[in-house]
């Protein structure tokens, strides 16, 4: 059995890992979080892929937790796709890092830039594309998993692209005096008084961490900092450290929030 193992919150990654196993039709899609929720779980494939968000230049904290705490690791041939709004920075390189200390390593690796959901992000309305380049991005993005499919099926080892650049600056940028530090975990995260007690943020986040009380969302330190409950909230009602999330919104336009839900099994 071939698998494609995704981290994906608000529909990138989820997408792209579809595109590339619609090519070779002997892989199966598998939800990390959901598999995590069976508090045990292995790594077994022929093949395998990983498919996730860079986050500050890094692969996601529940991806090296996923690889790293997974009971058993066999895998022949391993490949990544890391998915960014600018640059892919470290973490092809933290995938291949990771797995080798379970005793496999990273064969293949491309990065896909497509848009930012990091909404709290400095740099968010920069990297935030115009419909028609978002357009051309995800046609591009298209063709792009069509070749990689294709270097999969062969079994092709490459070099995987690393930014230095990409993956320093957001860490000597954003904690710096000269830029607020724009990582908050979800003790920073509050609503304000658009919430009507929906619970769409409790039914988005992938790992379970909100819950409703007295119909306002509370928070279980459990955060993955994937946006998905900002940026799926109907009423734009999230805030920051009391600043208000009223920026442009983005999730993949190929991907209902049903899908999503559905994909992590959310509550």
Known sequence: MNRIYVFSSTGTSLQLAREIAAQNTDFEIVSIPKLMKQKTWSIDADKAGFVFPCYYGEMPKIVREFITNAQRVSVNYTFGVATAGGDIGYSLKKLDKTLKERGSSLNYGKGIVIASNYMNGWYYDMLMPSKEKLQK???????????????????????????????????????????????????????????????????????????????????????????????????????????????????????????????????
């Open 137 to 267: 991005r995800i046609e591009a993005a298209k063709e792009l998993c069509i070749k990689i499919a294709e270097d999969v099926k062969t079994g092709c080892n490459s070099s995987y692209k690393k930014s230095l650049a990409g993956y320093l600056m957001p860490h000597i940028i954003s904690p710096s005096r000269y830029v607020k530090d724009t990582r908050p975990w979800d003790s920073e995260f509050s609503t304000n008084k658009n919430c009507n007690g929906c619970g769409t943020c409790a039914k988005v986040c992938p790992v379970d961490n909100i819950v409703l009380e007295n119909s306002r969302p509370v928070f279980n330190h459990n955060c993955q900092r994937c946006m998905a409950c900002v940026q799926y909230c109907p009423r734009s009602a999230f805030e920051i450290e009391g600043q208000a999330m009223d920026k442009a919104r983005y999730t993949y336009p190929e991907i209902s929030i049903k899908e999503m839900i559905a994909f992590n099994e959310g509550l």
